[in-house]
């Protein structure tokens, strides 16, 4: 099976909407009555959150390749003066 990235940030923008849904539906179904106040906080909170949960993910992604890089390139490399003195 392949595997696939992880991605944090649309979860966490996921839940915010998820949210903002159930909201509406307690409003639709009369068992809440959502307040104008209700909305832009979530919507703008939930895309900023998920804006720095996938910031903070992008930049350990990236330490930990360049960590995983430079653990396979610590060999010395291979040296080309044998093939050039051949020649």
Known sequence: ?????IRPGRAVAGLA???LAGGYAADAA?????PW???AP???GGLGLSAAV???SYLLRRRRDAR???AENSAAPASS???QAMR
């Open 68 to 70: 995983k890089a430079s």
């Open 37 to 39: 106040t209700f909305t």
């Open 30 to 34: 009369g068992a809440w009555s959502v």
């Open 54 to 56: 996938t910031w903070l």
């Open 1 to 5: 099976m392949l595997r696939h990235e």
């Open 81 to 83: 003066s044998g093939s």
């Open 17 to 19: 909407m998820l949210a």
């Open 42 to 44: 979530v919507f703008l």
